[in-house]
């Protein structure tokens, strides 16, 4: 077995923004350079319910489908299949738990498993993914300690 990526991390925002941050305004703040095509101007998608696919929406169209939502307990709980640059057959999966610390601060903790499913890859893939995670996150912290206008009860 390969070890899974496990992340804990807080933000300084209540539960559901944290969770609305990750989910519904995903494209405001994912890197295009995290991305299949890295083009400018492209969408990032991410359909909230079991069953909804997350994929990027490149400024001709044309879609690139990165995964697929397994789990769906807004504002505490998401799942969903990976396979960013891959095949859907050889999808690994993310769980992420938002945890309420209070009315101001979320623990974010995410799991990212199954390497095993890729083979031989499964470890290099792994490596890969843990650099990604890395300089992915911080654009999240960032768009997630922003108050969101219609919220006047929010406080960073």
Sequence with gaps: MIEPIRLAFDVDCPVEHAFDVW???????????????????LTVVLEGRPGGRIFERRTSGTEHDWGEVTIWE????????????????????????FVARGQTSTRVEIEHRDWERLGSDGEHWRQRNQGGWATLLPHYVAAAAVKPPEDPSFQA
């Design 74 to 97: 807004p504002p505490t709980r998401l799942g969903y299949t990976w396979h960013l640059n891959r095949d859907r057959s050889d999808a690994t999966r993310v769980e992420i738990r």
């Design 23 to 41: 989910t519904a305004r995903i494209a405001q703040w994912w890197p295009t350079d995290h991305t299949v095509s890295a083009e400018d101007g």
